[in-house]
C-alpha cells in the first residue's frame, strides 16, 4: 500500500480497531542504536531523562575512556545488519574529540552498508556546525529546549542560524520542540515554529515523559495546551496506524491527543538499542544489559529482529513508536 502523506482517511470519533502501527520510513531490519557519547551538557534541563538515570549511578558529567568509544564503533562497523547511529548525551557536540569521532563514524560504519546512517542530537547552542562536512547520510536532530533560551541568544538567533547553515550544506534536518506543559514556555514555542515553518526542513512537537516504558507516563498537558497548538495538528507525521480496511498517517501530537499509544500485548519487532556513554548496552524496553568489552561481536550476532510482546502500558518515546507493530 502506498501512503499519502497526512492524507487521514480515518475519523478519530469513530470505534476504531488499529492492528498495524509504525513509521512509513522505519525499516525492521535495521538496528536503531542511541549512543550516549557523553554524561555532560552545557543546559541543565528539568526534564531531562538521561541525567536522572546517570544520576542515580553517580555517572553524570563523565566521559568515557576513548579506546572504548573506539571499541563502540569498531562494534557498530562489524554488525550484521544495516545501523541507524545516533549520538545523544548530554550534548554530543561539546565531546572534546566530536569530529574525529565524526569522521570515524563515516569512514568506519556509514561506508559499510547502504542502509546505515547517522544523527546527531544537539541542543543547537554549540558552534560545531559550521565546521561540519556534509554526509548525505547524516541527520541533524536539533532539540529546543525552552527553559534555556538565554543559552541561544536575543530571539533564539544562534539555534535559528546554526539550523540555516545544516540546511545550506543540504544536511537532513528535524527539529523537536520539546512541549513544556508549563504556559510560560508555549509563546516561545509558537515563536520558533513559525520561524522555522518555511525552511522545508521536518518540524516535530515531542512532548515529554518520566521514562521510555512501564513508568513512561507522559507529563501532565492541560486541556488549554492542545487548543493552544492546535497548529501541530498539521506538521507533518510518519507513523502509521491501519484497520483492517483503512489507515492514517499521523504525527505524534495527534498520537497523544487521541490517546493512540497503547500497544499492550500487541508483537513488536524491537529494533532499538542504547549504549551508555561506558559501553554498556541495551535493549531499551527490555532492560538487559551487556558489556560492549565483553561481548565485542554483539551486534555482529544480530541477524534477524524477532518480535516480542508488549508488556507496558504506554510507549512514549518517538523512537519506539516507530517501531513496527501489530496486534495478535
Known sequence: MRITPNKPLID????????????????????????????????????????????KLNQWNDIDIFERQLLIIKALSISTLPVFLGLQGGEPTIHPRFFEIYNLIQDQILT??????LYITTNGSTNVFKDLNFNKKVFILWSCHFEFKHKYG????????????????????????????????WEDT?????????????????????DICENSYLYEYPKE???????????????????????????????????????????????????????????????KQVDIKENPLFFKKITKIEPFICPYNECNCDGLLKTYKERV
Not at 112 to 117: A, G, S, T, W
Open 154 to 185: 536575543k530571539n533564539f538567533e544562534k539555534f535559528i542560524d546554526n539550523i540555516k547553515i545544516c540546511v545550506d550544506k543540504g544536511f537532513k534536518n528535524r527539529v523537536n520542540f520539546l512541549l513544556n506543559p508549563d504556559p510560560k514556555y
Open 112 to 117: 559499510k552498508n547502504e542502509n546505515n546512517r
Open 12 to 55: 478519530f470519533n469513530e470505534n476504531l480497531e488499529f492492528i498495524k502501527e509504525y513509521d512509513y520510513d522505519h525499516l525492521i531490519d535495521r538496528l536503531y542504536i542511541h549512543w550516549d557519547l557523553l554524561t555532560k551538557c552545557n543546559f541543565d534541563c528539568s526534564y531531562c531523562h538521561a541525567k536522572r538515570q546517570y544520576q
Open 190 to 210: 509558537l515563536y520558533i515554529f513559525n520561524q522555522l515553518k518555511d525552511l522545508n526542513i521536518e518540524l516535530h512537537p515531542h512532548f515529554l515523559y518520566n
Open 225 to 287: 495546551f492542545y487548543e493552544y497548538f492546535k497548529d501541530f495538528n498539521k506538521v507533518n507525521g510518519n507513523y502509521v496506524f491501519e484497520t483492517k480496511d483503512n489507515y492514517v498517517k499521523i504525527n505524534d501530537f495527534l498520537i497523544f491527543k487521541h490517546k493512540l499509544n497503547n500497544f499492550k500485548n500487541w508483537k513488536c519487532y524491537h529494533n532499538n538499542y542504547e549504549i551508555s556513554y561506558n559501553g554498556k548496552i541495551s535493549n531499551l524496553c527490555k532492560y
